[in-house]
C-alpha cells in the first residue's frame, strides 16, 4: 500500500515541471557519481587483494572499512547542518569530490596497512561530505512524486561507474601480470594510480553541470536543538536503519570471502580477480535494478519495498554463512550470493534517502541526511570491524552468521515504522 503521510514533504521549486525529473541536475549528478565510483570502486574491488598480497589479515581489512565508513558518517552530519544553515552547498561537494583523487593517491604509495588506513579515511571524509548535499540538491530540482525513479536513475549512473571501473580494474591487472615487477604490489599499485582519472573528471563534471536550487541561509539554525526537533516517526525510522547497520558489513569483506574460499584452487591472485569480477558482477544487477526499484516504490510506497530490500540483506548473509560452512568454491553458486547482494543493495541505496524525505521538513532536508548518513556509518563501522574480527578469532561463517541476525532485527524494527 502506498504510504500516505505526506504532511511534512518538503516543497520542490515550483518552476519545475512535474514530468521534467531528468533534468540537467539530475543528469550532471548522475554523471559525476558514476565517474566518481569509477574512480574509488576499482580500489575497493582489488584492496582485499592487495592486502592479501602485503599479508595483512581480515581482520586489518574489517576495522580498515569500518573506521572510513565511521569518518564519513559524521562528516554528513556536520556537512549537513552546514548546508542547512549557511546555504553553501555545491562547493563542499566540489571538495568532496576532490578528495577522492588524493586518497586513492595515498593507497598507491602504501607499504602497508597504516597510509592504507589514512588513504581510505580522506577518500571516505570526501564521501562523507559530498553525499547528502548532492541528495539534498537532486531532491530540490524534482517533484515529490518523481524522487523515487529519479533517485533510482542517480543510483544507476552511480553503478555504472562501479561496473565500469573495476571491470577495467581487473582487465588491467590481468595485464600487468604479464610485465616484470620488483614486487607482487607492483600490479595493484599501477590500477591505483590510473583511478586518479576518472576522479579529477568527477569534480569538473558537477562543476560545470550541477545547478544548485536556491536554499536561503537559515543563520538561527543550530545542530542540537534540529536534531531534537526531528519528527518521532523519522527518529524510530533511524533506529531501524541503525540496527540494520549494525550487521551490514562492508562488501569488501564479501569479496575477501569469495578470495579465500576461492584461492585453494585458484591461486590468490587469480581468486582476486574472480571475486572482484564477482563484486563487478553485483554491481552490474544493482544498475539493472536501481530505476525500476525507484518505479515500483513510486507506485506502491517506498518503505513496503525498503523492507523487502532488508530482508536481501539479511539473505546475502546467511548465504555467506553457509557457503563457509559448506565449502563452497563453485563460482556460480558464489555469484548468486552477489546477485542477492546486488538487489538489496540496489533497494538500500535507492530508498533510504527517499523514505528520509517523506518524513522531513525542507528546512532541515540536509541536516536530516547527515543523521542518516551518521546513523549508517556508525553502524557499519561497528559492522565491519566486527564481523573482520569475529572472522580472524572464531570464524568467517560465524562472523556473517551474526551479521544476518542483526540484519534480521533492524528488519523487523522498520516493520514496525508506520
Known sequence: MRDTDRATTPQVDAGIPPTGWLNRTVAGAGLTSALGDFCYETTTVILPGFLAVLGVPAAALGIIEGIADAVASFTKMVAGYIADRFGHRKLLVLVGYGLTPVGQALIALAVG???????????????????????????????????????????????????????????????????????????????????????????????????????????????????????????????????????????????????????????????????????????????????????????????????????????????????????????????????????????????????????VSEDTLATSYGALGTVNGTAKFVSSAAVGVLWTAVSPMFAFAVAAIVMAAGTLALLRVR
Open 113 to 359: 596497512w597504516p597510509l592504507i588506513l589514512f588513504g581510505r579515511i580522506v577518500s571516505w571524509f570526501g564521501k562523507g561530505l559530498r553525499g547528502p548535499l548532492r541528495d539534498a540538491i537532486v531532491v530540490q530540482s524534482i517533484t515529490a512524486e518523481t524522487r523515487g525513479r529519479a533517485f533510482g536513475f542517480h543510483r544507476a549512473a552511480d553503478t555504472v561507474g562501479a561496473v565500469a571501473g573495476p571491470l577495467l580494474g581487473v582487465a588491467l591487472l590481468g595485464c600487468a601480470q604479464g610485465l616484470t615487477w620488483e614486487a607482487a604490489t607492483g600490479p595493484f599499485r599501477l590500477v591505483f594510480w590510473l583511478t586518479l582519472v576518472p576522479g579529477v573528471l568527477a569534480v569538473l563534471a558537477f562543476l560545470t553541470l550541477v545547478r544548485d536550487p536556491e536554499h536561503s541561509p537559515n543563520p538561527e539554525l543550530r545542530l542540537f536543538s534540529t536534531l531534537r526537533g526531528l519528527p518521532a516517526r523519522f527518529k524510530r525510522y533511524l533506529a531501524a536503519v541503525g540496527i540494520f547497520g549494525l550487521g551490514d558489513f562492508s562488501h569488501s569483506l564479501l569479496i575477501l570471502a569469495a578470495t579465500q574460499l576461492l584461492t585453494p584452487s585458484m591461486g590468490v591472485v587469480q581468486a582476486a580477480q574472480v571475486a572482484g569480477l564477482l563484486y563487478v558482477w553485483r554491481n552490474v544487477v544493482q544498475v539493472a535494478t536501481s530505476y525500476p526499484i525507484g518505479v515500483a516504490a513510486d507506485r506502491y510506497g517506498q518503505r513496503g519495498v525498503l523492507i523487502v530490500g532488508y530482508g536481501l540483506g539479511v539473505l546475502t548473509a546467511a548465504l555467506t554463512a553457509l557457503a563457509f560452512a559448506s565449502g563452497v568454491t563453485a563460482v556460480a553458486l558464489l555469484a548468486g550470493i552477489f546477485f542477492v547482494a546486488g538487489l538489496y543493495v540496489a533497494v538500500q541505496e535507492a530508498l533510504e534517502s527517499t523514505v528520509t524525505a517523506e518524513m
